[in-house]
Every structure is written in structure tokens, then in C-alpha cells.
């Protein structure tokens, strides 16, 4: 298993935008009350039908499997590392451990219902974003940044192009 970029969409569904968010990345997601910071969104929100199987996006190791909300309805989470490329899908029924290895294209669990928790309005989805972990920024301050990435555009293949000699 060698650390890579490219990525495979978890599921085949198309970007998320209903009445209450859009789920693009870097789509605004409010202004932080204490420090007035404006929020981003951090992945992309893809569209499923709750129930379909969602996809390990890249060959790792599953280092979380978590919860989402603390109150009221909760939802699942999953998180492949691949070296220090870190993949977070969430609104999940997880079908895998901590410590196991994936494949990409296995399945890692199954699509949630978020209309359990916000009704209607809510088109169910996953959201997925994508972390790299140990970044060195210019002028940062921490050794151990972390910055995230818009995932779709991992999920396309460059291919370089030819060198003669
Ligand atoms: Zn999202």
C-alpha cells in the first residue's frame, strides 16, 4: 500500500444543494459565534439513497469509526488513512473496525437516513472529505498541521505527459 492522491467517489451520487445547505466544498457554513470566523465547508456532500453500499475511497486502514452527533439521532463515521492522506466519510452505518485494512471500493458501510434528524428538507447524503495530515505551512506556527482538500478533484487522473529521452 503506497500513500497516494487519487481517489474513488464513495458512492455515485451527484452534489447535495436542498433548502438547508449546499454541499459543495468551500461552500460557507456560517460565522463562529465566539471568534467571528467564517466556517467552510470542509468536503463535499454527495447524494444516496439511504441503505446503498459506500465505498473505501483509496487503499488503507480504518483509524476511526466514530459518531457523529452527540444528541438526539446519531450517525456514523469512518475514517481511512492512507498514509497522511486521511479520508472522513460521514453519515455512515459502519461495516468496518478500527485497525481494519480496505480496499478501495470495498465497502465501508451503509448510506444513513439524515432525514431522521432533520426532516424533509434534507436531501439524505454522505459527506466526505479528505485531510493531509503532517503539513508544513509557510508561515505556520504548529508542526502538525493538517489542511483538507476538495476530494472530487482527486478523483480525476492526470495523466503526465510524455518525456522523450
Ligand atoms: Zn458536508
Redesign the pocket.
Known sequence: MSARLFAFRPVDGALRSDALGD?AFFAPRGTLLVSRRKKF?R???LLVTPGEHVRAPADGVVVRRGTVYVTGVSFGLVEVACGSVIHRV?YIDPTVAAGDTVRTGSTIGLAQDLRLRYGPRIKP?I?W?TMLTGVLLDKGKKNHHKVWVNPLTLTHAVVPPLVSG
Open positions: 454541499g465547508h468536503g463535499v456532500d460521514l447524503h459527506h472529505e
